[in-house]
């Protein structure tokens, strides 16, 4: 009966050192994965990578009273039909507009009202 038990605490203990090393493999692939470009060492290419987009300038904003049919349809969620709406509703006094007046569904518009600008066109003054 000693070789019985003998065994099982062998079979037992290579249970759970084979259960440790795939946990241990399982962190690792984890840590590795998320690893944050600050851990990385100098010259690494991601940590290359992760400097260039926070010095790159952010897009244009597309002023929605001017903008082409195009360049509307660069917007998520603009196609055609949308970009023909928002230049028949034109001109918008706010951004908003563009859900009120024009009936942009209202997530389209949330996707995009960062990268989006109503600008007024200003009246000269008569001169003489």
Partial sequence: MAKETHKSCRAGRSVVIATSLWLMAGTGFAATASTSTEALPAGHPQQAQSSKKATQKPA?????????????????????????????????????????????????????????????????????
């Avoid at 951004?95 to 989006?116: C, E, F, Q, S």
């Fill in 60 to 128: 244009p904003l597309i002023d929605i009273n001017s903008a082409s049919k195009a360049q509307l349809k660069t917007l998520y969620g603009v196609g055609d039909a949308e970009a023909d709406r928002i230049i028949a509703a034109r001109p918008f006094k706010t951004k908003t507009d563009l859900v009120t007046t024009a009936g942009l569904p209202t997530g389209i518009y949330v996707a995009n009202k960062h990268k989006i600008i109503a600008i007024q066109k200003t009246k000269s003054s008569p001169k003489g």
